[in-house]
Each structure stands twice: as structure tokens, then as C-alpha cells.
């Protein structure tokens, strides 16, 4: 168990993939969607996860996360029996400055969507932003993804 602390970005353009790293596909849904307590189930690459978050602090940028793999098996059946929507997109993975920004570009009915999330050690932590990164949307209930499977990006 942890906190996790981030903040999270809508993008300027695409121009963090002259720059990336690694870059995976992954497909989740999720068991449970509230605020209080989501559970996502994810098929990340040849490998699954089960996660549970809590709610966020008041700024958005801090929760309880909790996260144990489990076999691609058993994530494809549970997510089977996940609430309807199921999230579509390609993590990349991107070195600026000593951080690391995962940049998810979606699919389906949330194409068109890009945003960039970085992890902080504290929610005062300064990092250099780069110059593809806009708008930031920490604490923006519609770009959780657990939201955007319920009130997808291309119906706003």
C-alpha cells in the first residue's frame, strides 16, 4: 500500500514521441467506479493487474493506491464482469529533466484524448514542465479514466 501523489496534463501537441522510452498497450475496466473506492482490472502489455484506489485529497493529486499483479488469465476474466466501458489506450513512457511523464493516448470512444501524468515524492515538488505539456487537469474528476469510461471524451 501506498500514497500516490501525481499531477496530471493535457498535451500541446505529440511531440513527446521524438522522446519516448517505451511505450505499451493496455486495457482496463473496472469492478468498482465510485469515488470512495475504484477497483481496475488491467491487461498491461503480457502481464495483469488488479488495483484499488482510494478517494483524493482536496487538490486531487494524492490517494491511497493499492496494486497486486495477477495473471493476464485471470485480469481477462474479471474483466468480463467489469462495469460497462472498457478504457483502450498506449502508455508511453518519457525521460525529461530526471522525471518520468506517462503519456496516454486513447482509443475508442475516448480517441483523441492525450494527457501526460507525472509521480511527485510531495505535492509541492517542483519539476521542469516540457514545452508539449498544456493545461494542467490534477484533480479534474472527467480525465479519470474511470469517468472517462462512463462519459467518454468524444461525447463531451
Not at 46 to 63: M, P, Q, V, Y
Not at 72 to 84: D, N, R, S, V, Y
Not at 90 to 103: P, S
Not at 112 to 123: F, N, P, R, T, Y
Amino acid at each position: 500500500m501506498a500514497q500516490e501523489i501525481e499531477r496530471k496534463y493535457l498535451l500541446k501537441n505529440d511531440s513527446f514521441k521524438a522522446d519516448v522510452r517505451k511505450e505499451q498497450r493496455i486495457i482496463q475496466g473496472y469492478l468498482c467506479s465510485v469515488p470512495e473506492r475504484t477497483v481496475r482490472v488491467r491487461v498491461k502489455g503480457d502481464k495483469g493487474f488488479l488495483t484499488i484506489k482510494g478517494i483524493g485529497n482536496e487538490s486531487g493529486a494524492s490517494r491511497y493506491e493499492w496494486e497486486k499483479e495477477i495473471t493476464t488469465a485471470e485480469a481477462q476474466e474479471l474483466l468480463k464482469i467489469c462495469e460497462p466501458g472498457v478504457i483502450d489506450k498506449t502508455r508511453y513512457l518519457v525521460d525529461f529533466q530526471g522525471m518520468t511523464f506517462e503519456v496516454d493516448e486513447f482509443y475508442g470512444d475516448n480517441l483523441g484524448l492525450i494527457v501526460a501524468e507525472v509521480e511527485l515524492e510531495s505535492e509541492t515538488q517542483a519539476f521542469v514542465k516540457p514545452a508539449w505539456l498544456g493545461a494542467e487537469v490534477t484533480g479534474d474528476a472527467k480525465y479519470y479514466n474511470s469517468m472517462l469510461m462512463k462519459h467518454p471524451y468524444t461525447k463531451w
